[in-house]
Structures are given as structure tokens and as C-alpha cells.
């Protein structure tokens, strides 16, 4: 877009030339002013048909290209790589500007101006309306090969893009470095590509192997905490087997049994049997977590 032509309208002014007509003679006067016919040079009159063709726009043969490459981006890719400039790069690029031109560009070069001329039912009449056309249209209409690229930014790509299509035909040195050149590049972003894979595959067996570290260490944290629950349990097995009945009903069960009795005598439940159950559940699970806090606090 930043290049010319631009449109259908500019490829006409760049690739046609129109002759630009003689001055007409100033007319000669006798001595009493009557004008003085002149002879043709040559002694012959010239043919309206012949003077028609040597003053008509003239194609430029000499500077047209053999092909055409396009590149295409989108509104807002162009718009970021612009911002992205140095202050000192962007002397025309500023938002406003840049919007603007992308504008006409895309109004110049809108598929929809096809289906206008191509809808249009006095097509090919000599009074015909003349319709505005998009650039593409130019090429064509001179049996021009035409090949579009949607560039996203990867200039290495673009470039090798250019080439194959440009090389189909036979090479030519005057656009590019050379295949050794090219071939160097290549090979210097495939060892690039390599080793960023290469890091990201380290990277990724480092995150996992830490995840595998983790749950590792919070299985055996698991593990450690339940020993501790059961030599916890064994302990207090061991210390009730050493003493008798009686003695292990009174230091165990007389004193829950009677709070919660006391307890059913002061609610008064329905079903009195089951209250007290769930009264000493209840306390069961209470003492566990006094207990478990204080071999923790220990």
C-alpha cells in the first residue's frame, strides 16, 4: 500500500502513456485579415482514424511486469506493527494517518466493486456507466498471473514464498542473496527451531518432574500422619489392657455416660436412647481432635 499504483485508477496513469498532442499553428492572416487556408504537409489530408490511433494511450510494455505479488495483511496487524516503529522510523504513520490510508486502499480495492461492474446491464455498451474497479482487476484484464500472500509477520516465510514463485520460471540475482546465503539462513533457523524445542521439552520434563516431586512429598506427609494415628490408637490399646474392668470403665465411660445421662435429664428428648448415643458420638469425636492437636502441638 505504501507503494504505487494503488488501485485500478493508478495502474492505468503508470502502464499507459497518452501522446501528448502537437500545439495547433496559429492561423495566418492576409493584409486585410481574412484567414490563409494551409496545405497539409505532405500535400495529403490526414486520416481522422490514423490520428485517433497515434495520439491514444499507449500500453508500456517495456516496464510491465511478467507477474504481480500481493501481499495481504490484516487492518489491526498493520496498525500494531506500525505503533511498534521508532519515533525517529514513523515520520507518516501516526493512527490517524495510517487509518485513513488503509481506508481508501480497502474502498479502492473492495471485492464488492466487481459484482458492481460485473451486475451492471449495460456492460460492454459504448455508453456504459464507467465503473470503479479494484486494482487486481488491471492485471487481469492483461492476462497477468497474480500471487497473494497473507503476510502475518513471518518475514523468513514471506521471503522463501517469494522466491519459489519468482525461481518457477528460471532464478534471476537481482532481488535476492544467493542459494548458498539462503541456504545458510535455513539452516540457521532450523538449529534455531530446534533448540527452542529442545528448551521447551527440558522445561516441560522440569515442571513435571517438580509435580512428581510435590505429590511425592505430599503422599508420604499423608503416610507419616496416619503411622502417627495408629501408634497414637496403640497406645491408648496398650495403656487401657493393663488395667482392669472396673477401672477401665470408670476412667473411660462412667464419666461420658454420666454427662450425657444428665444431659437427656435436662433436655428431656422423645426418644431418650438414641439422644444419649449421639450425645457420646459427639463427645468421641471431640476428645480424637483434643487428643490429635496435642500430639501436633507436642
Known amino acids: 500500500m505504501d507503494g504505487y499504483p494503488i488501485c485500478y485508477t493508478t495502474c492505468n496513469e503508470v502502464f499507459y502513456i ?38 491514444a494511450p499507449k500500453f508500456q510494455s517495456h516496464i510491465y511486469p511478467d507477474s504481480v505479488i500481493l501481499l495481504r495483511g490484516k487492518d489491526a496487524f498493520l ?4 505503533s511498534e516503529l521508532k519515533e525517529e522510523d514513523n515520520k507518516k504513520w501516526d493512527a490517524e494517518n495510517l487509518a485513513r490510508r488503509i481506508r481508501c486502499y480497502n474502498e479502492a480495492n473492495a471485492v464488492d466493486l466487481f459484482k ?43 521471503f522463501e514464498s517469494m522466491r519459489v514463485y519468482i525461481e518457477r520460471n528460471g532464478r534471476s540475482y537481482n532481488y535476492l542473496p544467493s542459494v548458498r546465503v539462503l541456504n545458510v539462513k535455513r539452516e540457521e533457523e ?44 496403640m497406645e491408648e490399646l496398650e495403656s487401657t489392657s493393663t488395667l482392669n474392668m472396673r477401672q477401665f470403665l470408670m476412667k473411660q465411660i ?40 496435642k500430639k501436633n502441638a507436642q
Do not use: W
Open 18 to 55: 497518452t501522446p501528448e498532442k502537437p500545439a495547433p499553428k496559429p492561423k495566418k492572416v492576409d493584409e486585410e485579415g481574412n484567414e490563409i487556408a494551409e496545405e497539409e504537409e505532405g500535400g495529403e489530408e490526414v486520416d481522422p482514424e490514423e490520428l485517433a490511433k497515434k495520439y
Open 79 to 82: 496498525m500494531k506493527r506500525a
Open 254 to 293: 462412667i464419666p461420658v455416660l454420666t454427662e450425657g445421662m444428665i444431659d437427656v435429664y435436662r433436655v428431656g428428648p422423645t426418644d431418650p436412647v438414641d439422644y444419649l448415643a449421639d450425645y457420646i458420638f459427639q463427645k468421641s469425636n471431640a476428645q480424637r481432635k483434643q487428643v490429635k492437636t
Open 190 to 233: 532450523l538449529v534455531k527451531e530446534e533448540k527452542n524445542a529442545k528448551a521447551e521439552k527440558a522445561d516441560a520434563e522440569a515442571g513435571a518432574k517438580t509435580k512428581s516431586e510435590a505429590e511425592k512429598s505430599a503422599l508420604e506427609k499423608l503416610q507419616d500422619g496416619r503411622l502417627e494415628s495408629i501408634k497414637c490408637h
Open 116 to 158: 458492481k461492474a460485473n451486475n451492471d446491464p449495460m456492460l460492454g455498451h459504448p455508453k456504459a456507466q464507467v465503473h470503479r474497479l479494484p486494482m487486481l482487476r488491471f492485471f487481469q484484464e492483461n492476462k497477468t498471473e497474480v500471487f497473494e500472500i497473507k503476510f502475518d509477520g513471518n518475514t523468513f516465510e514471506m
